[in-house]
């Protein structure tokens, strides 16, 4: 099955400098990536997301890149704000709906 | 349009009980997942039903634990003779019928504790 490997796992940065969280995954039948963000003791919101047939998406100060040659996908969070201090998901989706998560990222915005 | 539904959002069972997950998806919506999640851990997939079918259930213990999704109501995990390891985060998701690839949506979650 599936395997995704997500890093690192907690990430520390001052506001306003960039973020950057890499996820592998090994399952080469894989074509949607999304990613969740979830607050303490709230739920996985989805935050963006990315198809096999694209390379890169942006959306604000988000954006999320993918290398289907080397099976990796990344969150780039620019201009980061202390309401950026959550845990991020990726995952990995394939045409049986399951998606497969990795273990999370905890970022940290220092003001 | 209201989000994914769960209740309860709090649940407390001592060993040997059975606890019952309920999950409403987003109106229009018509496939249901169920993910686990430990703490400190990611969301493991449990099972993915649509009404009144189970899809795929590879990611769900054979004992004790089953779900449904019938063809009115909420869907339903189950846990029969619950043990401590039982406890956890049970988050429910769902997706659109057709079209939106794995789009999913979360409830806000079940947190189950086993005394």
């Known amino acids: 099955g599936e395997n995704v490997e997500q890093h690192p796992s907690t990430l520390s940065v001052q506001e306003g400098d960039s973020a950057v969280i890499k996820c592998t995954y090994s399952?080469?039948?894989?074509?949607?990536f999304p990613w969740y963000k979830q607050e303490l003791g709230k739920r996985p919101q989805l935050i963006i997301d990315i198809r096999s047939n694209v390379g890169e998406k942006k959306d604000q100060r988000i954006a999320v890149t993918l290398n289907k040659t080397a099976k990796h996908f990344s969150l780039h969070i620019t201009e980061t704000q202390p309401e950026d201090s959550a845990v991020y998901f990726c995952?990995?989706?394939?045409?049986?709906?399951?998606?497969?998560f990795g273990k999370g990222t905890l970022l940290t915005v220092n003001p | 349009n209201a989000g994914v539904m769960q209740n309860p959002r709090h649940l407390v069972r001592r060993r040997g009980q059975e606890a019952r997950l309920r999950c409403s998806p987003m109106?229009?919506?018509?496939?249901v997942y169920w993910y686990r999640q430990l703490p400190e851990e990611g969301l493991k997939f449990m099972v993915y039903?649509?009404?009144?079918?189970?899809?795929?259930e590879s990611g769900m213990p054979k004992e004790r634990f089953s779900a449904e999704f019938p063809k009115e109501g909420p869907s339903i995990l189950r846990i029969q003779q619950v043990v401590r390891g039982d406890s956890a985060a049970y988050f429910c998701?769902?997706?659109?019928?057709?079209?939106?690839?794995?789009?999913?949506?979360f409830g806000p979650g079940t947190r189950l504790t086993v005394l």
């Open positions: 995952a990995a989706g394939g045409s049986n709906y399951k998606l497969t």
């Open positions: 998701a769902s997706s659109p019928p057709s079209g939106s690839y794995n789009e999913q949506f």
């Open positions: 399952d080469s039948a894989s074509n949607y």
């Open positions: 039903l649509q009404k009144e079918n189970i899809i795929d």
């Open positions: 109106k229009g919506h018509s496939h």
